[in-house]
């Protein structure tokens, strides 16, 4: 896995997202397309793709794109 | 003797809330949007005054109308509801007299949701087989409109009020089981109605508003669910759940004729459905125009499965509850 794939992956999985507009730095909290719908799209997505559980606090914890890609890598390994 | 689903009706309550209504209080959400994720179109909300025990008298009468059911011989009543008439007595004792069912019937209540059709399955083969009663009729019914926070979009989008009946009787052919159940109450938050009984009365301050970080706002006059936690719940719990039925049943996905999961949202079933990778036109969904209705999903969705010819007699249906609680069951149906 790298960071532009995972970010691909990011933008296909929230609806209404318009492409190339994530960058690793991208506050996705912030987002006007994130809502509740847009938080469990993304946890199905990561159960799917890398088999790995976040709960609500480990997603919120996350303060960009990047640090949700180092967690959900360290949690791969 | 062996228990078996003799008849199954169900009751909706008349008023409405669409997408269309929907959308006008949340406007952030388009009428698509809603339509796509949740697979809801339209849920039915009983009136202020009509309660769960109401709407499952309802199905009771449609029961024994539509299969010409004597209710003189009905002699045990479970009823399933989260929003009981009183403390007590229990809603099955006033559902007793209001159908005029025997004195001589047993009647009591219990307090399960999402996961409650299918315990009370297996409650309703545990007095038939001990030769303890001939004809369960199990009553479930919910009225979660009256607990959800007008501004929770989170839930309204998805749950609806409704009832469904069901006799079990005993017979000489016909098998219900074998069931698996599950339990657990470190979830008791998750998905929880707070204030209003002995651990937390109603006060000023159970009702103050409180907004979570997508702007849904509850109260603790209302209901609560942390979305995300009960999502993971279900991706994690049901896959494991319906194989270990698979494994106590010795039955195979060729061995099964249909699938009737709690119709929680067709969103998180299409994920649980690929999880387990389950055949998609085995797999029966049903909660475009009732969205939700609590522990009447699966009923709701057998008796249309039945309607509609998917199933016919001596087809083997699974069927699997899971939510509130936290709580899950899962049993094989042969109808």
Redo the contacts between chains.
């Keep these: 896995m790298e960071i532009n794939s995972f970010i691909k992956q990011f933008e296909d999985t929230i ?1 209404d997202l318009p492409p190339d507009s994530i960058r690793p730095e991208t506050d996705f ?1 912030n987002l006007q397309q994130w ?3 847009a ?2 799209s993304l ?2 997505k990561l ?2 793709e890398y088999n790995v ?1 976040l ?2 606090e480990e ?2 914890s996350c303060n960009n794109v990047m640090e949700l890609y180092e967690l959900v890598e360290s949690k791969t390994q | 003797m062996r228990a078996l689903i003799k008849a199954i009706s169900y009751y909706l309550p008349a008023g409405e809330l669409t997408n269309e209504d929907i959308n006008r209080d949340f406007p952030e959400w388009s009428i698509e949007k809603i339509a796509d994720k949740t697979g809801v179109f339209s849920r039915h909300i009983a009136d202020a005054n009509v309660c769960s025990s109401d709407l499952g008298i309802e199905s009771a009468k449609k029961l024994f109308e539509e299969h010409n059911i004597n209710k003189s011989e009905i002699d045990f009543i479970l009823f399933c509801t989260q929003s009981p008439d009183y403390f007590f007595p229990a809603s099955a004792c006033i559902i007793q007299d209001k159908l005029g069912i025997p004195t001589t019937a047993g009647a009591l209540d219990f307090n399960l949701g999402c996961s409650g059709f299918v315990y009370g399955l297996g409650l309703a083969k545990g007095l038939i087989e001990s030769g303890e009663a001939k004809n369960v009729l199990l009553i479930t019914a919910d009225t979660f409109s009256k607990v959800m926070h007008p501004k929770d979009k989170s839930v309204r989008t998805i749950i609806g009020d409704g009832a469904a009946s069901t006799l079990i009787s005993a017979s000489e052919t016909g098998s219900l089981g074998p069931f698996i159940f599950g339990t657990d109450g470190k979830g008791a938050e998750k998905l929880i109605l707070k204030a209003g009984g002995f651990r937390l009365p109603k006060s000023d301050e159970t009702g103050v508003d409180k907004v979570d970080e997508f702007g849904n706002i509850t109260n603790e006059n209302s209901m609560y669910m942390n979305g995300a936690e009960v999502f993971n719940f279900t991706l994690k719990t049901v896959p494991e759940l319906v194989n270990n039925l698979f494994a106590k049943s010795g039955l195979s996905d060729e061995q099964i004729d249909l699938y009737i999961f709690h119709q929680a949202n067709k969103y998180i079933l299409d994920l649980v459905r690929k999880k387990l990778k389950l055949p998609e036109e085995k797999f029966y969904i049903f909660i475009s125009n009732c969205g939700n209705t609590v522990s009447s999903t699966i009923p709701i969705a057998l008796w249309n499965a039945i309607k509609e010819r998917k199933v016919k007699a001596g087809s083997r249906i699974m069927v699997v509850g899971f939510g509130v609680g936290l709580s899950w069951a899962a049993g094989i149906v042969n109808i």
């Design positions: 609806a909290k809502d509740s719908l938080m469990l946890l199905a159960d799917s559980t709960t609500a997603l919120n």
